[in-house]
């Protein structure tokens, strides 16, 4: 249960909290309210109630099929690179796919039209180094069971 | 299930099955220390964030005229506003490349704070009591604006204004309202966190006892894939891919070239004394060359003893001087210093009779559109013998691109006051 002063001082942060963003709510509603809190509430229910499944549910296929190959270990080599490249893709997705390539050319003087192969090429090199890595550690693994094992006298 | 006859007509799950139940939840990586650690950082990463943003938004001078505000009515949320200074003369292009490289680094760390998190959102009641409720709607507030804080951030980075309005204000307000809540969550959790990642830090036996009891944990978790240090790993690497892909472009040369998707990365638009990063082409801005040639072109300079209108010839004729600054862009990008000459800005003043004490000037460009095609620069800003109407760039004649034929410099000032393709410049108390 929690103590009253720790209740008393959050209702008051919490009073303090409000006015601030009502004050600045305001300011930040004035113009298109409609829009604006369609992307503040969006914002926040797109994340979790969209993005977060979507990671989630591929995340659990992932771990399934490792797990029905008997490898539920080895998840990680495909998750890392795989979420890496998803991020960069969630970050920079408006140059990637091309979305402002027009705008971005006239206003920089710069082509937009290599943030995908770069993209491509980033993800080709991350599987690249996780499947190195993968190769490298079995490797040592087999190389340890083997000197390990007792010699076999037949 | 075994039992197959009829049911009633809503069939009860199992409440595993659904994400209110906490047996939904199946990671074994949820727990207060996993949360904690990343509360942390954020704490620390977004104070930095506010700070540089607030601090990014006093380089505008929006104080000074209303040509540089963009948000009119801010009320007492400038309450902190000063005369930006124009030293040190890297002062905004580290503030400002802190702001979004730093920014576009803490994603991952905000996307595994938030999921770690994501339980509670399902959990019932959805309010126990009034406090309860009351810190739900601050919760909304804080998930709501760190997200749209940075999407609008890394959309308008990208030049992609698909945001409902004007950067400045949302990003500006929007900073605000996520502020108020990020403030109170941080006081009333600060110092579980602290308690939890210091109880915890090291005795392994006694992680794994608290994270047993901790809430957040999962009641039934699948077996591990990943510990929860390594977890921690992976999100640190994934912020470290991004800030290695994005911050090469706060410099010039092969450090650029490593900036792979971020915009404004990789080459330079050009080779040469001009090649350098462009913030808006000439041909975006829609400036012609028939009004920029010798013969179209004046400069028309008005202040306290009327108004001297000069030919580009003319003011080559004038004494010259070079100063080595950057560009530093609101976007995060900069380019290393360039070697710009032309007018001193207190010299063009003094042609117009502010001998003395240079004055406030707003500065026009020939851009007819543009949110920036007017900028008031601050009578600091005039009087730095560094401040030029530059006429070259690194020893020649600027390109259209940047600028020609003459464009503002100076010191510490976010590039949107460079103004390019200089018209007119009236001196006086704005």
């Known amino acids: 249960m929690r103590k009253a002063p720790q209740g008393t001082m959050q209702l008051l942060l919490l009073a303090c909290s409000f006015a601030l963003a009502g004050y600045a709510g305001v300011r930040l509603l004035a113009d298109d309210w409609l829009g604006v809190a369609l992307w503040f509430v969006g914002a926040a229910l797109l994340h979790d109630l969209v993005l977060v499944p979507l990671y989630a549910a591929a995340d659990r296929g992932l771990v399934r099929v490792f797990g029905a190959a008997g490898h539920r270990d080895r998840t990680m080599y495909v998750r890392v690179p795989a979420a890496l490249s998803a991020l960069l893709l969630l970050v920079w997705f408006p140059l990637i796919g091309g979305q402002t390539d027009r705008r971005y050319r006239m206003a920089t003087g710069l082509y937009a039209d290599g943030f995908l192969a770069r993209w491509l090429l980033i993800t080709a090199v991350l599987f690249a180094g996780s499947a190195l890595l993968f190769l490298l550690r079995l490797r040592s693994r087999l190389r340890r069971a083997t000197k390990e094992r007792p010699p076999v006298a037949h | 299930m075994r039992d197959h006859t009829p049911r009633p007509p809503t069939p009860r799950l199992p409440t595993s099955r659904l994400p209110t139940s906490p047996g939904f939840w199946r990671s074994p990586l949820r727990g207060p220390w996993f949360t904690s650690v990343l509360g942390l950082v954020l704490l620390v990463g977004i104070t930095v964030l506010f700070v540089t943003g607030l601090l990014s938004y006093a380089a505008y001078n929006p104080g000074l005229a209303p040509v540089n505000?963009?948000?009119?009515?801010?009320?007492?949320?400038?309450?902190?506003?000063?005369?930006?200074?124009?030293?040190?003369?890297?002062?905004?292009?580290?503030?400002?490349?802190?702001?979004?490289?730093?920014?576009?680094?803490?994603?991952?760390?905000?996307?595994?704070?938030?999921?770690?998190?994501?339980?509670?959102?399902?959990?019932?009641?959805?309010?126990?009591?009034?406090?309860?409720?009351?810190?739900?709607?601050?919760?909304?507030?804080?998930?709501?604006?760190?997200?749209?804080?940075?999407?609008?951030?890394?959309?308008?980075?990208?030049?992609?204004?698909?945001?409902?309005?004007?950067?400045?204000?949302?990003?500006?307000?929007?900073?605000?309202?996520?502020?108020?809540?990020?403030?109170?969550?941080?006081?009333?959790?600060?110092?579980?966190?602290?308690?939890?990642?210091?109880?915890?830090?090291?005795?392994?036996?006694?992680?794994?006892?608290?994270?047993?009891?901790?809430?957040?944990?999962?009641?039934?978790?699948?077996?591990?894939?990943?510990?929860?240090?390594?977890?921690?790993?992976?999100?640190?690497?994934?912020?470290?891919?991004?800030?290695?892909?994005?911050?090469?472009?706060?410099?010039?040369?092969?450090?650029?070239?490593?900036?792979?998707?971020?915009?404004?990365?990789?080459?330079?638009?050009?080779?040469?004394?001009?090649?350098?990063?462009?913030?808006?082409?000439?041909?975006?801005?829609?400036?012609?060359?028939t009004e920029t040639s010798e013969d179209a072109w004046r400069l028309v300079l008005t202040g306290r003893t009327g108004t001297v209108r000069l030919s580009r010839a003319e003011l080559l004729r004038l004494p010259l001087h070079s100063a080595a600054l950057p560009i530093a862009c609101v976007e995060g990008w900069s380019t290393s210093d360039q070697w710009w000459r032309g007018v001193r800005l207190r010299d063009l003043a003094a042609l117009v009779g502010h001998d003395e004490e240079p004055p406030d000037v707003l500065v026009e460009s020939l851009q007819r559109h543009g949110a920036f095609r007017r900028a008031a620069l601050r009578a600091n800003q005039v009087a730095d013998p560094r401040s030029l109407l530059a006429l070259l760039v690194n020893g020649e004649d600027l390109s259209p691109d940047h600028g020609y034929p003459a464009r503002i410099v100076v010191p510490a000032a976010p590039g949107v006051l460079n103004t390019k393709w200089v018209a007119r410049m009236t001196f006086g108390d704005l």
């Open chain 2, 69 to 289: 505000d963009k948000t009119p009515d801010k009320g007492l949320l400038g309450f902190y506003l000063f005369a930006w200074p124009t030293h040190p003369h890297w002062l905004y292009r580290l503030t400002q490349g802190v702001h979004v490289t730093f920014g576009i680094t803490l994603i991952p760390v905000l996307l595994a704070k938030l999921w770690s998190v994501v339980p509670k959102l399902f959990a019932l009641p959805p309010a126990r009591s009034a406090a309860h409720a009351l810190e739900r709607i601050s919760l909304l507030l804080l998930v709501g604006g760190a997200l749209f804080e940075f999407v609008t951030g890394v959309l308008n980075v990208q030049l992609d204004y698909l945001f409902p309005g004007s950067f400045y204000p949302l990003h500006f307000y929007g900073a605000w309202v996520f502020f108020a809540a990020f403030v109170t969550h941080a006081a009333l959790k600060t110092p579980a966190a602290v308690r939890n990642v210091r109880r915890m830090r090291g005795e392994r036996d006694g992680r794994e006892r608290q994270e047993a009891a901790g809430e957040l944990v999962a009641p039934r978790p699948d077996p591990p894939t990943v510990s929860r240090r390594g977890a921690l790993w992976f999100v640190g690497g994934a912020s470290l891919l991004l800030w290695g892909t994005t911050a090469g472009r706060s410099f010039d040369g092969p450090l650029r070239r490593t900036a792979l998707l971020a915009p404004h990365g990789g080459a330079d638009p050009g080779s040469g004394p001009n090649g350098f990063q462009i913030n808006k082409t000439a041909a975006y801005a829609g400036i012609a060359a």
